[in-house]
């Protein structure tokens, strides 16, 4: 009955949207698959002021990391770090390139030397990502210039979040891989200290991104021109 009722069904999406465009003002919800690490770095600031611009829209934010498919999931957009976005989608860049930096805390350098190249992570107690996407332990990727070199690194704790891998780094459990905006203001109040000065990995940036072979709906279209705003 479903797959029967399906084409009737977005056809009546379709009819509202179409309405849609002759109002004032969108109105609608609009369903966002977001990264954990992007929501309050790049989507939280956003929120407050397009929804004072946009009273007649609602937001609905899913926080996901896995590898979701936005189109099945019946989401709107999704935002994530370039490098997970699948190339048959549409991207708009919500942040800049970013670099990923080493760091730890004074109290943990006080019992073990701070490494002086990447090699030398192998003999600390890193704090490991698990990646949702693919459910795997990464190497750490570092850059000096032309050089490349990555790294098994190992240690005690794993997690798949980047929050609890920085809060373990503060508190002193060991080496974190950490995007450089999460850590900036753990250094400024001497929180935590940033290894391997001349190392670094840059990922591509954040973007929204949805699909081009689905109608728009007005309340993405606006969010998407405030993005690009």
């Not at 048959?88 to 760091?103: G, K, L, N, S």
């Not at 290894?195 to 279209?221: M, N």
Request: aromatic fraction near 8%.
């Amino acid at each position: 009955l479903l797959d029967q009722l399906q084409p009737a069904l977005e056809g009546i999406g379709k009819a509202v949207e179409t309405v849609n465009a002759f109002r004032d003002s969108p109105m609608g919800t609009l369903r966002l698959s977001v990264s954990r690490p992007s929501i309050l770095h790049v989507i939280a600031p956003l929120l407050k002021p397009f929804l004072a611009e946009h009273p007649a829209i609602k937001v609905e934010i899913v926080a996901e990391d896995s590898r979701q498919d936005i189109v099945s999931g019946r989401f709107d957009a999704g935002v994530r770090v370039g490098e997970f976005i699948e190339q048959d989608m549409i991207a708009v860049r919500m942040a800049d390139e970013f670099r990923m930096i080493a760091v730890a805390s004074p109290k943990y350098l006080e019992q073990h030397p701070a490494p002086l190249h990447p090699d030398d992570l192998r003999n600390h107690n890193c704090i490991r990502h698990r990646w949702s996407t693919d459910a795997a332990i990464h190497p750490w990727s570092f850059q000096r210039g032309n050089e490349t070199i990555d790294v098994a690194v190992d240690g005690q704790l794993v997690a798949n979040d980047l929050h609890l891998a920085l809060y373990a780094a503060r508190d002193g459990a060991g080496v974190a891989y950490l995007p450089e905006a999460f850590v900036c203001p753990y250094f400024n109040a001497g929180l935590l200290v940033r290894l391997l000065e001349d190392w670094s990995h840059t990922k591509s940036g954040v973007f929204l991104y949805y699909s081009g072979r689905r109608q728009i709906p007005a309340p993405l279209q606006a969010f998407i021109a405030y993005v690009r705003r």
